[in-house]
């Protein structure tokens, strides 16, 4: 079965532009959530999606936004990029959104803002 | 303010021994922590997790092990593999392990 996929893998962006990034959870999976790791941190929730409804945001600006389709995959975008939006963005999936799930996280899109 | 906390960013040890990772937390509402491991270029992998109402839970070489009172947990690794080497995450939820909050990792060397 395949796992968590993400596209693109590495993007070049410069500033004030947007960014789209793409998750597909793995077959089944209902629940998906995005998390930001700058370099030498540890990720940091941004956002979860479970049935296309946002469960829940972390503490990051307007310029983050997200949603999920109807066959579950997600997208990520970030308007007004900033040098600070450098990251490595993960998405992990579960099947549902209860409170001790096992997450499985996809490879991560590495961004480089300019 | 950093909620979970991993003072130790890297630990090396030798094969065979025991590899002892501690993650400590502040936030008394968590009530769900799980360690991940990161190898390079990868997604973080699932590895054990422990719930608030208990203070043990092994899995095979990995335990965990949690102290409320003192808002800390620790990994323990028996015995140490080459191949345990890697970036190791605590992380803790509240309610909803989808919303985790992740500290900074902890790199383990595991010498041949």
């Known amino acids: 079965d395949a796992g968590v996929t993400q596209s693109p893998t590495h993007l070049i962006k410069t500033r004030g532009q947007h960014v789209t990034l793409r998750c597909s959870p793995i077959s089944g999976h209902k629940s998906v959530s995005w998390y930001q790791q700058v370099l030498g941190q540890g990720p940091q929730f941004i956002f979860q999606y479970y049935e296309k409804e946002e469960r829940g945001r972390g503490n990051f600006p307007d310029r983050f936004s997200a949603r999920q389709f109807p066959n579950y995959s997600s997208e990520l975008n970030v308007n007004a990029l900033l040098l600070g939006d450098s990251a490595l963005y993960l998405c992990a999936s579960s099947l549902y959104a209860l409170p001790q799930e096992t997450q499985y996280f996809g490879p991560g899109t590495r961004l480089l803002v300019l | 303010d950093q909620q979970v906390k991993q003072n130790s960013p890297s630990l090396s040890v030798q094969e065979g021994r025991i590899s002892i990772l501690n993650c400590d937390y502040t936030n008394s509402m968590f009530d769900y922590f799980l360690w991940y491991k990161k190898y390079p270029a990868e997604g973080p992998t699932f590895l054990i997790s422990?719930?608030?109402?208990?203070d043990k839970n092994e899995d095979g070489r990995f335990t965990v092990f949690l102290n409320k009172s003192a808002k800390h947990l620790s990994l323990h690794i028996v015995p140490s593999q080459p191949g345990d080497s890697a970036v190791y995450f605590c992380a803790a939820s509240v309610n909803n392990a989808g919303k985790s909050t992740f500290g900074d990792g902890t790199t383990l060397t595991v010498k041949p």
């Open positions: 422990i719930s608030s109402i208990k």
